[in-house]
């Protein structure tokens, strides 16, 4: 995740309390001009933490950026803002992928009985989905 902060800077500069139409049009430009110059392959977003611009947009990022072991508990660290249905549904999704994940490790060991294999890839069924 490649992060521009401070876009509240971006010009021309009005001092106010929201960045204006001009200030996101440079920041676009400016964004398209990194994807020019360096072809980052990681998402790129703005924020301005001063004007509270972009966080929630870079916590949905950085959420999807984050191996999927690590999604779910930090989007539960998140202040309420910023855990968006977006952000939320991918944790749930990872969660869920990473459980499944080890369920079936676990099931596939050979001193496993089948009666708990079977137990286990139940349970595997109703997390996952």
């Known amino acids: 995740l490649f992060v521009i ?7 021309p500069t009005s001092g106010g309390n929201i960045l204006s139409t001009e200030q996101k049009q440079n920041i676009s430009r400016k964004i398209c001009l990194l994807h020019e110059l360096f072809q980052p392959v990681h998402p790129v977003c703005a924020v301005s933490v001063r004007l509270q611009w972009g966080l929630r947009v870079m916590a949905e990022r950085m959420i999807k950026c984050l191996p999927r072991e690590a999604s779910s508990p930090v989007v539960a660290l998140l202040q309420h803002p910023f855990r968006t249905t977006v952000a939320r549904e991918q944790a749930r999704d990872d969660f869920g992928e ?10 596939t060991f050979p001193l496993i009985p089948a009666p708990v294999r079977t137990i286990i890839r139940a349970v595997r069924s109703s997390v996952v989905s």
């Open 98 to 107: 990473t459980v499944g994940a080890i369920l079936d490790t676990v099931s």
């Open 5 to 11: 902060s401070q876009s509240d800077k971006a010009e």
